[in-house]
């Protein structure tokens, strides 16, 4: 089954277009890795919040370890309020499976 990954990223303040675009830098890498069925950013209220889904345990494991994170770490260093929150989720189906999952 797999596993779902939501990371808030919280700038600093002024930070936030070189925040965006760093992570924007490093979706297209990301999604080339092993396992990414889905890794999309979001913006809103003064945040940026990535949706993942990963084809398993394995693969997000492997993607905490690859290049594109740690790049975008390196990009982000000095940029953020603090480490992102990350939650990982097991998605709880219900109604259209089409519409009631990730």
Not at 41 to 61: K, T
Not at 94 to 102: F, I, N
Request: aromatic share 2%; charged share 25%; with cysteine.
């Amino acid at each position: 089954m797999s596993v779902v990954v939501v990371a808030t990223i919280t700038p600093k303040p002024g930070e936030e277009d070189a925040v965006r675009e760093a992570v924007l830098a490093a979706i297209p890498q990301v999604h080339e890795e092993p396992g990414c069925e889905l890794y999309a950013l979001h913006e809103g209220a003064g945040e940026f919040v990535m949706v993942e889904r990963w084809e398993s345990a394995e693969a997000l494991a492997v993607h905490s370890k690859a290049e594109a994170l740690t790049r975008l770490g390196s990009a982000l260093a000095g940029k953020v309020s603090g480490p992102p929150n990350v939650r990982t989720l097991t998605a709880v189906p219900g109604g259209d499976a089409a519409k009631g999952r990730l």
